[in-house]
């Protein structure tokens, strides 16, 4: 069973950066699909952007498209989160999942979770 464990979070204000980063606990990690969501107060978790296994084909949300960039890092079984231009609606907090599977954009696919990493951007 993988473990994921967030980092990179933090407070910034509109128009930085920030970088996040998944750490897994196995090597595995190389064989499984990965993705990024987020989740607002009172919302519902959504998807930012998702790679499969070897990262050859990635995929983001038309609403971070151009700003954010996922990637992945097998040999440190790690993925991350690239985020620029960040604006006040890009808060929320981010959670790294993984899947055994085709990479989807529905949250329902993935089967292990990080705890979450808090992302606050202020105007």
């Known amino acids: 069973q993988v473990q994921l464990v967030e980092s990179g979070g933090g407070l910034v204000q509109a128009g930085g950066s920030l970088r996040l980063s998944c750490l897994a606990s196995e090597r595995a990690f190389s064989t499984y699909s990965v993705a990024w969501f987020h989740q607002a107060p009172a919302k519902e978790r959504e998807f930012v952007a998702a790679?499969?296994?070897?990262?050859?084909?990635?995929s983001h949300a038309d609403s971070v498209k151009g700003r954010f960039v996922i990637s992945r890092d097998n040999a440190k079984s790690a993925l991350y989160l690239q985020m620029n231009s960040l604006k006040p609606e890009d808060t929320a907090i981010y959670y790294c999942?993984?899947?055994?599977?085709?990479?989807?954009?529905?949250?329902?696919?993935?089967?292990?979770w990080g705890q979450g990493t808090q992302v606050t951007v202020s105007s």
């Open positions: 790679s499969n296994w070897y990262g050859g084909m990635t």
């Open positions: 999942a993984a899947a055994q599977r085709r990479a989807t954009r529905s949250p329902s696919d993935y089967d292990y």
